[in-house]
């Protein structure tokens, strides 16, 4: 891409739309596989189970990465990518700090939304749920099994907060390694699990002419009611 003279009064004018035209011819056909209603289990979190393992049998990058977005009673929405860790019929789990922006925004408005993108596959999940904090003891398990330095971060991260700076978190850090015996780090009340359970479950594959397929499950009572919806 030429740039244009920065002493030319319409060069920024000319170097934006020429970014806009580069964006605009970026094209993929995708054409790897299909989603049929009669192939697609009936129960929306083993189809999601199924294409998680093939997620992962495929070995794309960060198959349990989901992006989960939140937002505050006045619908002002912010998203940020967290891992899942727990899957169950029950719905998504995953763990955090609290007294973050996310966990904030949670305690005020329990509505959520996740979405998975697998490219490697061409596929991508929609989730539309409630989240709740998952027990003590389920946020405790899950704390004891993870490795010492993460349990060092937890403890001594006030997540979302400002810092002065990197060296402040690093001796904070390296303060609470000294400190702390490895089996004997407790979990910090602000931080723990929660669980979200799903009332809409959208399954995305790419298909060619852009005729994607959109496979929507919606909680109805016990039930879940299977639609396509148009690309």
Request: aromatic residues 10%; proline residues 5%; glycine residues 4%.
């Amino acid at each position: 891409m030429t740039r244009c003279p920065i002493n030319n009064p319409g060069s920024a004018y000319v170097y934006s739309k020429m970014i806009v035209m580069e964006l605009a011819d970026i094209r993929k056909d995708y054409r790897l596989k299909v989603l049929d209603e009669n192939q697609t289990n009936r129960d929306p979190l083993k189809q999601f189970e199924n294409w998680l393992s093939e997620a992962i049998e495929a070995k794309v990058n960060e198959p349990t990465a989901m992006v989960l977005a939140t937002s505050t009673p006045e619908g002002v929405p912010s998203s940020r990518v967290v891992l899942l860790k727990a899957l169950s019929d029950d719905g998504f789990g995953f763990f955090t700090n609290y007294l973050s922006r996310k966990g904030e925004e949670i305690a005020l408005n329990q509505k959520v939304a996740l979405l998975f993108h697998w490219p490697e596959l061409e596929r991508q999940v929609r989730i539309e749920g409630v989240a709740t904090r998952t027990s003590a003891d389920v946020s405790d398990e899950y704390f004891h099994s993870r490795p010492l330095e993460s349990r060092l971060s937890a403890v001594i991260s006030n997540q979302s907060q400002v810092v002065p700076d990197r060296e402040y978190l690093e001796k904070l850090w390296e303060g609470q390694q000294h400190k702390s015996i490895e089996n004997m780090i407790d979990r910090p009340s602000f931080w723990g699990g929660y669980r979200i359970e799903p009332l809409r479950i959208e399954f995305w594959q790419g298909r060619s002419n852009r005729l994607h397929d959109r496979i929507l499950f919606s909680r109805k009572g016990a039930d879940w009611v299977i639609s396509r919806l148009a690309p």
